[in-house]
């Protein structure tokens, strides 16, 4: 039997998700369809994607520009419906067009898009790492209220997803004693602290396997990434902080591994390439082909992996502490980490402070319990607040 063709919202279609979002769409007319296509300020961008593949809505972010978006679109003989502005990405999202949404938006502005989608029952395909990490007991009430279901994009985390069983099962119930997130070490890998004292932003951006926005290449090179990936693992699986471990594995084709309790480890592993995980949870529970390269183990060499260094790489482990703590110390964290990253790439604050500024921040503001989105964002700001009046006191 034929599945039904999918109406798939890509929020955040001008981004590097979004873009190989579309790409695994247009390989598979049959299965998928992009009905909304969404973006920030990127006019240029969305007109284009909008031309190719024609969807029923397109929503600019920023109401100024909706005039234009609609011009450039007349122009291009493209013949959709024209929104703008948060209130109208957060209907898209919930809204009839679509049955499938990918939340691709980057950082906080993407949270309320995500949480309409799941309260209306949607499948939430996930990259959207804030929208967990700051408030993943609002999204799992969502997820609960609305009766949709959730797979991952993050490749570590939709690894995961493979790996067990009915992809996120009672993790007790189904034997599983450990998830294994793994990192490839970021440009650094291998550094004592004496060595990262004077690193400047481009070193910090310099990633050996990839080619990323600056915010997360400096995460990456900081271990954070990996940190809000452990609480992200948390809240996607139900995984007790104590049972999720960190291994460098700087090849980066070993994208994540659950240990069982019988002994056995399943590992999935794939060549770097964000389409496989795209096109699995797109397709979920069957599988279609994404354009990927076949991984070649017989030429790929020694997959190696090591331990995390916790005492040179502290923002991995201050993750853990906010975790442990529970509430909204996640979000606190995530605030306190994107002002230093700020700090750190405009030449404010060396490489080593990053840390301590998160570290600060979190011991001022002792977590409260997440009740709900607006006294999460009014946290997310005071936490902010104090980030900044730490870095004016330390200058």
């Known amino acids: 039997m034929t599945p039904p063709v999918r109406k798939i919202a890509v929020l955040g279609a001008t981004g590097s998700i979004g873009g190989s979002t579309l790409d695994v769409i247009a390989r598979h007319p049959d299965r998928f369809r992009a009905t909304v296509l969404t973006a920030q300020r990127n006019v240029d961008g969305l007109a284009a994607l909008c031309a190719t593949h024609r969807p029923e809505l397109a929503v600019i972010a920023d109401p100024a520009l909706e005039g234009q978006l609609a011009q450039r679109l007349r122009a291009a003989g493209v013949h959709c419906e024209v929104a703008s502005g948060h209130d109208a990405l957060t209907a898209a999202a919930a809204g009839p067009l679509c ?7 980057v950082g906080a502005a993407g949270l309320d898009s995500s949480l309409a989608a799941a309260r209306s029952g949607k499948r939430l395909l996930l990259a959207n790492k804030e929208s967990i990490v700051m408030a993943g007991e ?3 009430r969502a997820l609960a209220e609305g009766g949709g279901e959730l797979i991952p994009v ?6 995961i997803f493979q790996c067990l069983p009915g992809g996120r099962p009672d993790l007790e ?10 990192a490839s070490g970021g440009p650094f890998r291998g550094r004592t602290r004496a060595e990262l004292a004077g690193v400047t932003p481009d070193e910090a951006c310099k990633h050996p396997k990839w080619s990323m926005g600056r915010k997360i290449s400096v995460d990456s090179a900081t271990l954070m990434n990996k940190g809000l990936e452990v609480i ?4 996607l699986f139900g995984a007790p902080v104590d049972r999720i471990d960190v291994l ?7 994208h994540s591994l659950v240990e069982y309790l019988d002994g ?6 794939g060549n770097p390439d964000m389409r496989t995980a795209i096109a699995h949870a797109l397709a979920w529970p069957t599988r279609v082909d994404a354009g990927v390269s076949v991984l070649d183990l017989a030429a790929s060499g020694a997959l190696v992996f090591e331990k995390p260094d916790l005492a040179t790489f502290r923002c991995l482990a201050l993750a853990y502490q906010a975790l442990r703590a529970g509430g909204d110390a996640p979000a606190i964290l995530n605030a306190a980490n994107e002002v230093a990253v700020e700090a750190f790439l405009a030449g404010g604050l060396p490489f080593l402070s990053i840390p301590d500024l998160v570290e600060s921040v979190l011991m001022e503001l002792p977590r409260a319990d997440v009740v709900d989105v607006q006294s999460l964002v009014e946290r997310d700001r005071m936490a902010r607040e104090v980030a900044r009046r730490v870095l004016r006191c330390a200058c």
């Open 99 to 105: 049955d499938t949404v990918v939340a691709a938006i």
């Open 138 to 140: 609002l999204l799992l």
């Open 154 to 159: 993050d490749s570590e985390h939709n690894a």
């Open 173 to 182: 119930a189904s034997g599983v004693r450990k998830l294994i997130l793994t």
């Open 232 to 235: 992200e693992a948390h809240y």
């Open 248 to 254: 460098v594995h700087p090849q980066s084709l070993v």
């Open 264 to 269: 056995s480890v399943l590992a999935q592993l």
